[in-house]
């Protein structure tokens, strides 16, 4: 019974290491590369966003964007 469970250990790791290696890195590069070009570069309107979510509302007795982010992180 332990030969079984450490042949199909070995095994799991031979697996586990393959597909966290070169292919998992090819994936997530090429992943990000497709969904850049694909949703118009969408990384250049991060820096409108960030001042977006820290600017005061004017409304009183809400929560803010910011204080509801903080929240529910």
Known sequence: M???????QSC??????????????CLLVGLG????I???FIQKY???????S??????EGMVSNMGSFAVAM
């Open 54 to 59: 820290v600017v005061p509302d004017d409304s």
């Open 46 to 52: 991060i820096v409108k966003a960030i001042k977006l």
């Open 2 to 8: 332990t030969e079984t469970i450490t042949i199909l």
């Open 12 to 25: 799991l790791d031979a697996i586990n290491a393959f597909l966290w290696g070169v292919p998992m890195l």
């Open 38 to 40: 694909k949703l118009n």
């Open 33 to 36: 590369i497709y969904l850049t």
